[in-house]
Each structure stands twice: as C-alpha cells, then as structure tokens.
C-alpha cells in the first residue's frame, strides 16, 4: 500500500519554503507529549525499522522532481518531520544520500525529539549531510521529561541529554534546539535554571522557545504569556518562535 510521505511544500517559519517528508506511521513516536499538535501517541515505541520503505519515499521524491510543481517553485528546505519520530526509521541514510545527490540545490532539514541519539549513537553517522537539524529538549529534570514528554519506559532522561551533547561534538551542520513550554510545568525557575545548565553543555547554534499555538494532545495544556516566554528566551538565549493564543483561542494550524 502506497502511503503520502511527503506534503507540500509548505511556508517555515524558520526555514522558509520547505518540502516535508513523513517516515512513519500516524503516530508512531519514542515520546507520547502532552503538547503534539498531531494528537495522541497511538504507537509508543523505539524500535528502529523501515516504517516507510526507502524505496517509496524516493518514487514519491522522483514524481515530485519531475513536476511542473518543483520546476516553477522549488523549496528552499526538503524536511523530515511529520506525523511521528523521523529517526525511528532505519533507512534513513538512504534516502539522505539520494536528497544529496538528486536535489542538489535544495538544504536538508530534520526536526527530531532528539531522544534515539543517546540510545543508538549511529543515527549521528546516519544523518551526514543534513545541513539544520532541529533536536528537543523540554525539560531540567526527569519529573517534567516525564511530564511533558511521556517517553517509552526504555528511556532514561540522563542517556537522552548525554545524546544531545555528544550529538553536538560530532555533527557537522547547525543546531537549533526547541524548547516547548507548558505552563505550570517547565516554566517554573528551577526547570529553567537547569535548562540553562544542559543548553549550555549542548551548545546549539539557536534555541527556539516554542509554546501551544492550536489545540495538543492534551486539552489542559497551556502556554505561558508572551512576557514570561520572552523572559524565559532570555534566560536561555534563545528566541520565542510562536505567539501564544490569547484567552485561549487557538491559532490555525501553524507549518513546521
């Protein structure tokens, strides 16, 4: 059975014109957070496979290389997101070579939840040639990673903050890390302390301070006020990429 792995191309507020690819199922994740816009984790796992065939998500590229489409409005980014974690497939590297050598004008871009680079050191290696990557980290402490994110049992928030900081002195490209704030949760000052402390071992080229802007998984998840965010970007040196809803109205759906 044919499935849609790629969507777009869609306006990025950080990376501007960007094609996406999907490399799982709806839903399958190594993390069930309280904030994903996509809803609730049906498939919980960390069990790397070829969820999606490499084979199929290259005839999808191929049909889109050849289309008016590409020709008259290439994206600027091609991007591996989606509806679940893009790292859990394990032909990742296939199908980063062939983005390499066939879209070549194109920069390549991968938004993760960070966690498998502490459990499976050789996904680092896999990603070679991704020029952004856009890694997680939602918490100071593992009471709110286990709060906030609702990781699978096999993950241990120490193994999954070593993988981000051994991540940094081995790829190549930039790092922009994303830090999503719930009210009441990971906003409090002592979470935020101790991100400055695990930002400050990662050393990312950007933090991004991210917070709900349309409806999560879970309904009693809320953002912080713009002025706390904005305070909270600058004890992290980072930027607020989303306006938070006022009054709790939700935006429309935001892109990547």
């Not at 984790?41 to 191929?62: K, S």
Request: net charge neutral; glycine share 6%.
């Amino acid at each position: 059975m044919r499935r849609k792995c790629l969507f777009g191309p869609i306006w990025s507020r950080r990376l501007g014109s960007s094609l996406g690819i999907n490399l799982t199922p709806y839903k399958t994740c190594s993390l069930d957070c309280v904030y994903c816009e996509c809803g609730i984790t049906t498939t919980l796992t960390v069990e790397r496979q070829e969820y999606i065939l490499p084979e199929e998500v290259i005839e999808h590229l191929e049909t889109y290389r050849r289309s008016p489409r590409f020709r008259e409005h290439p994206p600027s980014y091609i991007t591996f997101a989606g509806f679940g974690e893009p790292t859990l497939n394990s032909g990742l590297r296939r199908i980063i070579r062939f983005l390499k050598e066939s879209f070549p004008e194109q920069r390549i871009a991968l938004i993760t939840n960070g966690t498998l680079f502490g459990l499976y050191p050789e996904i680092v290696g896999e990603i070679r040639g991704v020029n952004v990557l856009i890694p997680s980290l939602d918490a100071g402490t593992p009471e709110a990673f286990v709060t906030v994110n609702r990781p699978h049992p096999v993950l241990r928030f120490d193994q999954y903050l070593q993988g981000l900081i051994t991540l940094r002195q081995h790829f190549q490209g930039a790092i922009w890390l994303e830090v999503f704030i719930v009210e009441g949760i990971n906003d409090r000052v002592e979470e935020i302390e101790l991100l400055q402390k695990h930002i400050e071992q990662i050393a990312p080229h950007r933090v991004h301070i991210n917070s709900v802007d349309r409806p999560p998984a879970e309904n009693w998840v809320r953002s912080p006020a713009l002025p706390k965010l904005q305070k909270i970007a600058h004890a992290l040196r980072g930027e607020v990429i989303t306006v938070p809803p006022q009054s709790q109205i939700f935006c429309p759906p935001r892109s990547v």
